[in-house]
Nanobody
Framework: QVQLVELGGGLVQTGGSLRLSCVAS????????MGWFRQAPGKEREFVAA????????YYAVNVKGRFTISRDNAKNTVYMQMNSLEPEDTAVYYC????????????WGQGTQVTVSS
């Protein structure tokens, strides 16, 4: 059974940084594509970033590219997202997700962690 637990959310001022972590259970973590999504109040959930199974491929939403960096440590079953130059518009619940079957769909989701950026 796949379980994802996000850590590292919190309150930060504009221009500050946070690092989110997502620890996954499951023997085949190193074969999964992993992603980060977010949902702000009153808005739909949106894609933020993704990373291929090897870490060799990374993908970002236009509005975070250059500020956020996704990475992974397969030995620790963990994916990270370093978020720099945070803006109030980045305030949202951030979710970690796993694409296990290689279909492009994310079948498993974490419970989310709140990130609040104050102006």
């Amino acid at each position: 059974q796949v379980q994802l637990v996000e850590l590292g959310g919190g309150l930060v001022q504009t221009g500050g940084s946070l690092r989110l972590s997502c620890v996954a259970s499951g023997r085949a973590f190193s074969s999964w594509t992993m992603g980060w999504f977010r949902q702000a109040p009153g808005k739909e959930r949106e894609f933020v970033a993704a990373i291929s199974w090897s870490g060799g491929g990374t993908y970002y939403a236009v509005n975070v590219k250059g500020r956020f960096t996704i990475s992974r440590d397969n030995a620790k079953n963990t994916v990270y997202m370093q978020m720099n130059s945070l803006e109030p518009e980045d305030t949202a619940v951030y979710y970690c997700a796993a694409s296990v079957h290689g279909s492009g769909a994310y079948e498993h989701w974490g419970q989310g962690t709140q990130v609040t950026v104050s102006s």
